[in-house]
């Protein structure tokens, strides 16, 4: 059953269905958020805006959308803004927390997680990383370890991390948790304040174009060292710009990257319309989707990693099936050998079984 609601940008009593249908028009069977979201109109429409004000020598208020973006995935992800850096990397912020740790720290990671989020501390030669299997890594928390760094919902397969439980176990051994929400963000609930920090890109479930990303740290900014700090970074950005900045922001800002400008301006919007239309329901709808591919594949003798309560279905022995799909008008990816289909709000029934067609032939 539809839900109706009356957001900002939509009219009186519209369905989720029909905020989305007036967003989204892809003209193929795209399955593939987990690698790239789709921008929904109110963002091209802000882009184009953007740089259209900037040929004609009237820039729109880009650090505006800045600040608004923030302040969208701050409420998002259910902290307030002042803990939430904007940049444009996960990269660049697991690197910043991983610069913080002392020599010969220990760091627990997920096994086959996405690079970006351990590369960084295994770079640092000086650190002890290793890594257990996800559904093992509440229990491979010990003493002596210094952080736990894990992806929510898995970039390969789709597998949520349990959250909850690694948290505790954190808490029981004096470990730090640093979570990525870049395959969660936008279709997961995120409670960002039960880790130490959070980061995500914003270009996939959250719609969002390249270059935006955002870090939540602690309120005492998590004892990390502002080691890119540049003018963006300072109390006053616009009396920082020459020189050493005499007093960086006092808040997570002071771990601001200098931002894309015309991606905050749309990305801001993208933001919003998740916001609208609630996580939630989006949640929801991707599920359904997600459940319904599942049972299909069963139907045809093919078995799902297993990834309950996921969005992001990757199947064994399919990847090099991901050539015939695209040209057949169906977007995948191939992840670690497997299949990996991904569904989210733009996406339909028909997408579904469209795919499972294909799968069939």
Not at 94 to 122: M, R, Y
Not at 186 to 206: S, T
Request: proline share 6%.
């Amino acid at each position: 059953m539809d839900f109706y609601f009356q957001g900002p940008h939509s009219g009186p009593m519209e369905t989720f269905e029909s905020v989305v249908r007036a967003e989204f028009a892809p003209k193929n069977t795209y399955l593939n958020t987990a690698s790239l979201g789709l921008l929904p109109a109110r963002t091209v429409t802000a882009l184009r805006t953007a740089v259209d004000a900037a040929a004609a020598g009237e820039p729109t208020d880009m650090f505006a959308d800045v600040e608004a973006a923030r302040a969208c995935f701050a409420r998002l992800v259910g902290v307030p803004d002042r803990r939430v850096a904007a940049g444009a990397s996960v990269a660049v912020y697991s690197g910043l927390i991983a610069a913080s740790l002392p020599e010969g720290a220990e760091v627990l990671t997920a096994e086959g997680d996405f690079s970006s989020v351990v590369n960084p501390f295994h770079v640092r030669r000086d650190l002890k990383v290793r890594s257990a299997p996800l559904e093992q890594l509440a229990d491979a928390v010990r003493p002596g370890t210094a952080l736990v760094a894990v992806s929510a919902a898995q970039s390969a397969d789709g597998r949520i991390a349990d959250l909850p439980a690694l948290r505790a176990a954190a808490r029981e051994h004096g470990a730090r948790t640093y979570v990525d929400v870049s395959q969660a963000a936008g279709w997961l609930d995120i409670d960002a304040d039960a880790h130490d920090y959070v980061a995500g890109v914003a270009f996939k479930w959250l719609l969002c174009p390249r270059g935006v990303a955002f870090l939540v740290v602690p309120e005492d900014l998590g004892g990390l060292s502002p080691l890119f700090a540049g003018w963006v970074a300072g109390e006053q950005p616009w009396d920082s710009c020459y020189g050493p900045v005499a007093e960086l922001a006092h808040s997570a800002r002071r771990f601001d990257e200098s931002p894309a400008l015309f991606s905050y301006a749309g990305g801001r919007r993208s933001l919003e319309l998740i916001e609208e239309l609630g996580v939630a329901a989006v949640r929801a709808h991707d599920l359904a989707l997600a459940d319904r591919f599942r049972t299909g594949l069963a139907a045809l003798g093919h078995e799902a990693v297993a990834s309950p309560g996921s969005p992001i279905v990757s199947v064994p022995g399919l990847g090099d099936r991901q050539g015939t799909l695209s040209a057949a008008g169906v977007e995948v990816s191939a992840r670690a050998g497997n299949l990996r289909a991904a569904f989210h709000l733009y996406n339909t029934e028909a997408d579904v079984d469209r795919l499972l067609d294909v799968l069939s032939g």
